[in-house]
């Protein structure tokens, strides 16, 4: 490709930015309910901040803007599997100590399972 067709980092960039937003606001085949939120808005906003930080980077460096990614994303699979976790290991010593779960509190956690499900299929 000739240095006057190369895509810069503003088109990189731009290409990619609402990607994710579009699959937020998709609903689901299930109900017609919005996908739920993985995280906390705070949390989430960290993550894309950063990672529109690593692709700004990538026209300049793309070995390392690689690996910067594949670190954030393995970090961002890791904070999700252990608020599953969290989640999941609550339920289990409510249940062990003989609490009654309420079914709102399984419902909530059923969706957020069918949120990240469908996410990671749609992937």
Known sequence: MTDDRRMTTADFIGQHDTDSDRA??????AGGERLEALLPADRSEDYRSRWNDLQAQFVDEPRETVATADALVAELMQELASGFNDARTRLEEQWSRGDDVSTEDLRLALQRYRSFFERLLAA
């Open 24 to 29: 937020l606001a998709r609903d689901d085949d």
